[in-house]
């Protein structure tokens, strides 16, 4: 399978690009600045591109896109919904015949969900009214446009990510939160996002995941 991958560089990507190559996957990371990907391997190719700057995107060839990609600070940002539109106004810039269907991105868990315990709902409102309120709205704004668009997109929203090591052990929810779930490691996080790619039951779905 061919995966071309948007945020590459950093977090969750890094984990990301090596778990795809090491099944065995063609990868192709799309980056600002290609030398910052760091990752070597004979099915890895680098090519610049900015999601912020729609010319310079193509993914033509693809068999599926990730969109890793998120914005590293609290302030105002268009880095999920300009990106992300940029992204998938690609795809359907690709000829039929060689179209790109599937799309797996990944936002956060500051949304409305009707599972979550009294702790999350207080860390969210919390979040959403002050440091993260920019990051919320963007996310927001980019699964409004993914659920308008004709393409096999999945959607995973995770809670606040850390570094610890993969455990390999998580719980995911189709159109919900985890109930309780309050952190998922960047690792774990790039193992579920491999297998949402070829998962037919996330097909069209918003999925919350978290240790």
Known sequence: MRIIVFGATRGTGLHFVRLALAKGHEVVA????PEAVTERHPNLSVRQGDVLAPETLDVKGA???????????????RLY????RNVMDAMD????????????????????HPSAGPVQGLLTRMARATVLRHVHRDARLLEREIRGRDLDWTVIQPPRLTDRAATGVYRTA???????????SREDLAQYVLAAVTAPETIRATVGIAH
């Open 30 to 33: 799309v980056a600002r600045r």
């Open 63 to 77: 068999d599926v896109v990730v969109f890793l990609a998120g914005p590293s600070e609290s302030g105002p940002t």
């Open 81 to 84: 919904s300009q990106g992300g």
């Open 93 to 112: 810039a690709v000829q039929d015949g060689e179209g790109v269907r599937r799309l797996v991105v990944v936002t956060n868990a500051l949304g409305d």
């Open 174 to 184: 189709v159109g919900d939160c985890v109930r309780g779930g309050l952190t998922i």
